[in-house]
């Protein structure tokens, strides 16, 4: 996989997004904008692959295809995976701040329990 990305840098590959876009502009799209990215490189791949008599197997533009297909996978599996990270993320915050609640609701209910006297003491060690 490195080696794509090498050779993807090494020889400025563009990618078409409205207009021409280098491979780090790929990182600042959405995942429905790589999908049509991906789709067109796939039509491209398609017609490369086409019925002919000619003898593709050492085009240069069919090894430039592929390779930008395995880019454009690649950022959108990077940035699929950072979203549901970000999902889980926010999801684990959420659960921790209702447990938290709920702990301070069963301190508060403990606290109640406590007869006048254990509430005077616990006031007069706080100072």
Do not use: H
């Not at 799209?29 to 003898?55: F, P, Q, V």
């Amino acid at each position: 996989m490195t080696d794509i990305w090498i050779e993807c840098l090494k020889n400025k590959y563009r990618f078409e997004y409205r207009g021409l876009i280098s491979v780090e502009d790929l990182f600042d799209l959405n995942l429905e904008d790589l999908d049509l990215i991906y789709r067109g490189l796939k039509r491209a791949e398609n017609d490369l692959l086409g019925d002919s008599l000619i003898e593709t197997a050492d085009n240069p533009k069919k090894r430039e295809v592929e390779a930008k297909i395995e880019i454009v996978k690649s950022v959108f599996d990077m940035k699929q995976t950072e979203m549901e990270n970000a999902k889980r993320a926010f999801e684990n915050k959420v659960q921790k701040a209702k447990i938290l609640a709920i702990i301070e609701n069963k301190q508060d209910q403990e606290l109640s329990e406590k007869s006048i006297e254990e509430l005077k003491k616990i006031y007069d060690s706080l100072g």
